[in-house]
């Protein structure tokens, strides 16, 4: 038996003890509690190929002589911030495009929008 389908028991089990049948707040926090797992697992994974997309970056900008870096504008003591900006203004388009195919998605499966959201 799971361990989600065990907590679930447990909670029909003492809605059902109780007299009333409140199931639905109960399940809703066990179903949570099954799902943080996995939200754990994404935020790891996201931190490590952040962490590899940073430092392969700095690597092949540290690899270039200080004429080539001033020709594309850095000095070697700026490298550091400049990936830093540059992950970060990317993993912004990378959102902004993920919002937006999810509300085409919505309005192609007819799911309203919420207000203020569009």
């Known amino acids: 038996m799971s361990r989600l389908s065990y907590l679930t028991g447990l909670a029909h089990k003492a809605d059902s ?3 009333h049948r409140a199931i639905l707040p109960v399940t809703s926090a066990i179903s949570r509690l099954a799902e943080a797992p996995v939200t754990v697992l994404r935020t790891a994974v996201d931190g490590v190929v952040r962490w590899h997309e940073r430092r392969s970056t700095i690597k092949v900008l540290s690899d270039l002589d200080d004429r080539l870096l001033r020709d594309i504008g850095l000095l070697r003591g700026d490298i550091g911030f400049v990936v ?7 993993r912004a388009k990378r959102n902004a495009v993920n919002e ?3 509300r ?3 309005v192609r499966s007819g ?3 919420p207000m203020g959201c569009g």
Do not use: A, V
């Open 17 to 19: 003890d109780r007299g």
């Open 84 to 90: 830093d900006e540059l992950i970060d203004q990317s």
């Open 100 to 102: 937006t195919h999810g």
């Open 104 to 106: 085409l998605q919505s």
């Open 111 to 113: 799911t309203p929008i």
